[in-house]
């Protein structure tokens, strides 16, 4: 007995290789934050993107009087080229335009995507209270209905060390502007 609780103090006192017991034991959390950081890189990059291409959809879109299906085509593809070099298969983005009325209630005029489902024309929006107020926000529009164009895009990110601990995380941005250059956009097919 006596001789065991000797070994025992032995090891509890003995410094040798102690640094290499504590670096076996800190090197899996250190390897964690590491991949963990990437991923968490990665995705606000891909975040930024998405933020940039909502703006860009609307930015393009609100230029037209009239749009065409060849001039949307562009349109939709020039938001997902913003996300390059991240790939665009997760990506979707939609284009619609939003009708207010005097009460403030929101419905789609038109509606067009890459990758994703378009809203139905006549289906209800919610508008954002500071859009939808008795008057015309911001002197957007001088009459009702009040049109303004909504960009959504919507990726979804698939870690790359994380995904058996978050999975596919989506990362979507939404963007409302007033058309520049008329009351409201055409929406025609050839």
């Not at 930015?59 to 009239?66: P, S």
């Not at 001039?71 to 913003?82: E, K, N, R, S, Y």
């Not at 919610?126 to 008795?134: E, G, I, K, R």
């Not at 919507?154 to 939404?174: A, E, H, K, R, W």
């Amino acid at each position: 007995m006596l001789r065991a609780a000797a070994v025992v103090r032995r090891f509890w006192v003995s410094t040798r290789a102690l640094a290499a017991v504590e670096f076996a034991l800190i090197i899996p959390v250190l390897l964690l934050l590491l991949l963990a950081s990437i991923d968490a890189g990665r995705a606000m990059a891909i975040y930024v993107k998405v933020r940039s291409a909502s703006y860009t959809l609307d930015a393009v879109t609100n230029q037209y009087t009239t749009i065409h299906d060849p001039d949307m085509q562009q349109i939709l593809g020039a938001a997902a080229v913003i996300l390059s070099p991240y790939p665009t298969s997760p990506v979707s983005v939609v284009v619609s335009q939003v009708s207010v009325d005097d009460q403030g209630n929101g419905t789609v005029s038109w509606s067009d995507t890459l990758n994703g489902t378009a809203r139905a024309v006549n289906s209800a929006v919610t508008v954002p209270p500071s859009l939808a107020s008795s008057k015309p926000p911001n002197n957007a529009c001088n009459a009702y209905p009040c049109y303004f164009i909504l960009g959504e895009v919507t990726y979804t990110y698939t870690p790359m060390f994380g995904y058996f601990v978050t999975g596919p995380i989506t990362l979507s941005d939404s963007l409302y502007v007033t058309p520049r250059t008329a009351a409201s956009i055409a929406r025609s097919s050839p």
